[in-house]
């Protein structure tokens, strides 16, 4: 099922009707964002732009895992970026639209892992 920023059918495939592998593996997402966010923070305060690449890239395969988008797009768009000199100021504003992107997927991994957990339980 796709929402406007995820979409579940690959992690479906994974799953061959294994709902609570789906459930498992939104939790394990939901974990990590909660960590990557504060990381992301911690790299721009320290100006650590390989480690904060490297989260980024991290990210990206676990977003495309959830067929979120427009966050495995702005990451590659970021990423095209790496060899030159970035401002500062554009890691920030960067990371201020990922969360807000992550935010919202966020939400709506909730809102489905709510949906199954009604249909196994």
């Known amino acids: ?52 690449f490297g989260i980024i890239h991290k990210l990206k395969s676990s977003a495309n895992l959830f067929q979120i988008n427009n966050v495995v797009n702005l990451i590659v768009n970021f990423e095209q970026q790496k060899n030159i000199e970035i401002p500062i100021e554009k890691f920030k504003v960067f990371n201020s639209s990922l969360e807000e992107l992550i935010s919202k997927a966020v939400i709506e991994l909730i809102s489905e892992k709510e949906l199954i957990l009604k249909k196994i339980i």
Do not use: T
């Open 1 to 52: 099922m796709c929402h406007k920023i995820i979409c579940l059918d690959y992690i479906r495939e994974m799953a061959s009707g294994d709902e609570k592998f789906i459930v498992d593996m939104i939790d394990l997402f939901l974990k990590q964002m909660n960590e990557v966010s504060a990381e992301l923070s911690d790299a721009i305060e320290r100006k650590n732009f390989n480690d904060f």
